[in-house]
């Protein structure tokens, strides 16, 4: 076997014992100074002081103000320790082989543990601050989710059209939807206690009239006739119709009364029978009283004609809101004309209840909500 060399065996170990002494005076010094204080550096600072002579200090310590390092301070004690070997404080027990072949002990000395102390730097995480966005929703009508689930019924319009009236008898706010034929439901009117709107429709057209801030469904209707007029607090038809009076059963609701009737061409003929020349002119007066007990917050207009569309005076004797019986008394001086084609006519007093004067003209002819009264009568030759 080869043997190392003698010199190379010298060098390394001077070597060793070189990295030794300078890893010991970079803990025992905080690597001079550049490393924060620590309990590594302090034990080790506290054995040698306690082992290293004094001599010796003084001469590290001056060497350590040179380079601005901490110094090591000398530790008295009553018995000192053996002198401090710093191979061994940091190696352990470690042998090496002398130049004349025999061997070198270095004893180990006790090692100095100690738990560094970790110091928790608390981290501090900033508040999250949550931007809100507003996206604008953009619905073209308001539509309705009930929480009810009501049996699903479509609406089955035609193409007849018709005006229906709806009022609203009760103390609460009902609003009126349209059931479209896919079973959508798109309001067209909230109506507080004693309101009511007129309304264009078809027959066949079915209506929801809704609770909303309860969810509730309270009535449905179906558009059964060109005018009517529902109540939406229980979807029923109001029909106003003339019971015959008996000396036991008074008159029930007939809408109005007329009295006081007068036609006239104006020249040579009064009553309330005249005879005109095709397309003549002639004037019709009267007194009436209307009212709407049925429906006591409807609009309400009495228009005068010969019974059929188009032959109205173009204006209304009556519109506005009358109320319930005795309702409102006025008069009526209206201008018509004669028919071109010889006949017999009846002059007729339609009574409506429509949005506006105008709507009513428009339906003058359909018979209005409660049967019309014929005041008069006109004969063409």
Not at 48 to 68: F, H, K, R, T, V
Not at 133 to 159: D, E, I, L, M, V
Not at 171 to 194: F, R
Not at 331 to 352: F, I, R
Request: with cysteine; charged share 10%; proline share 9%.
């Amino acid at each position: 076997m080869r043997q190392t060399p003698e010199r190379t065996r010298r060098r390394s170990s001077f070597r060793l014992l070189v990295a030794t002494l300078l890893t010991t005076s970079m803990v025992a010094t905080g690597g001079f100074g550049a490393l924060p204080d620590n309990p590594v550096t302090q034990a080790v600072q506290e054995v040698i002081g306690e082992n290293a002579p004094e001599s010796l200090l003084e001469q590290i310590n001056s060497y350590l103000d040179q380079l601005s390092a901490p110094t090591i301070e000398p530790q008295f004690n009553e018995t000192r320790n053996p002198p401090l070997d710093l191979v061994g404080l940091l190696i352990g027990d470690t042998t090496f082989e002398s130049s004349d072949g025999s061997s070198l002990s270095i004893t180990e000395t006790p090692t100095v543990t100690s738990t560094p102390l970790i110091t928790e730097t608390p981290s501090s995480t900033p508040a999250r601050t949550a931007t809100l966005t507003a996206t604008p929703t953009f619905t073209p009508s308001r539509t309705f989710t009930p929480t009810f689930t009501p049996t699903r019924t479509c609406s089955n319009p035609s193409t007849i059209p018709a005006v229906t009236t709806f009022y609203n008898s009760s103390a609460q706010t009902i609003e009126v939807y349209l059931v479209d034929p896919t079973c959508a439901l798109k309001i067209y009117s909230t109506l507080g206690p004693e309101q009511s709107v007129v309304l264009d429709t078809f027959i066949g057209q079915l209506w929801w009239f809704i609770d909303t801030p309860a969810g509730r469904l309270i009535a449905d209707y179906v558009v059964s006739s060109a005018n009517e007029s529902v109540d939406v607090s229980t979807g029923a038809v109001v029909v106003a119709t003339a019971t015959p009076s008996t000396p036991d059963a008074p008159a029930q609701f007939t809408g109005f009364t007329i009295s006081n009737v007068d036609m006239t061409d104006d020249v040579t003929q009064f009553g309330t029978s005249i005879t005109l020349e095709p397309g003549q002119e002639f004037y019709v007066s009267y007194s009436f009283r209307v009212f709407s007990d049925p429906c006591p917050g409807c609009v309400t207009q009495l228009v005068t004609g010969l019974g059929s569309p188009g032959t109205h005076g173009g204006t209304c004797a009556y519109n506005g809101v009358p109320g319930v019986s005795p309702g409102v008394t006025g008069s009526e001086a209206v201008t018509l004309y004669a028919p071109e084609a010889s006949g017999t006519y009846p002059v007729v007093v339609e009574y409506h209840w429509q949005y506006s004067c105008g709507d009513a003209l428009t339906f003058y002819g359909t018979g209005g909500a409660v049967p019309s009264q014929v005041i008069g009568q006109v004969t063409v030759p």
